[in-house]
């Protein structure tokens, strides 16, 4: 019964959604999406660009780290990247791998990157993630290793300050990075993946440290040429 409401739930979703240009599949996650016609809450249903070429910035970094060959990320879901988890379960290629800490997770994807088994790549929440992950990405930084870390940011969209988890991350992990990126438009996301995973792995190795904010990854936009 529990999948049978979930493919229900998908169809209910198609017939709403015809017309628009967007595409609903059924994955193993709830998915909350907002559109210009107000907000679509999906129980484990999964939005898509439509022929149109928009789409949110889950998906666009889902294919980037797909184009890129990255077959395991390390992490925890929070309410600043949910929508990127959401993402990585529709992924054949990808597998993402929870931890009890981020801590363990730094250095798990250092172990990926040492070991000749790809690059290694964290996806964590901001500020307390960050602060988490920071030992194991020092020590990949120290080490020339190289390390993809991809992080969800606070809403860009308010003009708030004191959010949760809001906190000067750049400065922070400028001394143990070797470049950082805050994306502020769909265009831009599979180029600057693409960027700072040539900075990863160019000269010598290092981590790298995308921003993915939030409000952006939750709302459809022109993707560009993908």
């Not at 020092?138 to 290793?145: M, N, Q, R, T, V």
């Not at 993809?148 to 750049?170: E, K, P, S, T």
């Not at 990075?177 to 010598?204: C, L, M, N, Q, Y």
Request: charged share 20%; glycine share 12%.
């Amino acid at each position: 019964a529990f999948f049978e409401r979930r493919i229900a739930t998908a169809t209910a979703l198609r017939a709403r959604l015809q017309g628009t240009g967007v595409s609903v599949t059924r994955t193993g996650m709830p998915v909350r999406f907002k559109t210009a016609q107000g907000d679509v809450r999906l129980e484990g249903c999964l939005i898509e660009c439509g022929a149109d070429g928009r789409a949110t910035r889950c998906e666009l970094v889902r294919r980037a780290l797909e184009e890129l060959g990255i077959r395991y990320t390390f992490g925890i879901p929070g309410v600043h990247n949910t929508e990127l988890y959401d993402q990585l379960a529709a992924s054949d290629s990808i597998t993402p791998v929870l931890v009890a800490h981020e801590g363990g997770g730094a250095f798990m994807a250092d172990a990926v990157s040492r070991t000749g088994a790809g690059v290694g790549a964290l996806l964590i929440v901001p500020a307390a993630g960050v602060t988490h992950a920071a030992s194991g990405i020092g020590e990949a930084y120290l080490d020339g290793i190289p390390m993809l870390v991809i992080v969800g940011g606070i809403r860009r969209d308010l003009g708030r300050a004191y959010q949760l988890h809001d906190m000067d991350q750049h400065a922070l992990l400028a001394p143990i990075t070797k470049g950082r990126w805050r994306v502020e438009r769909h265009a831009d996301v599979i180029p600057v993946i693409h960027e700072a995973f040539r900075v990863a792995t160019s000269g010598e190795p290092g981590p790298v440290f995308v921003e993915i904010p939030v409000n952006l990854q939750l709302m459809p936009g022109d993707s560009g040429d993908m």
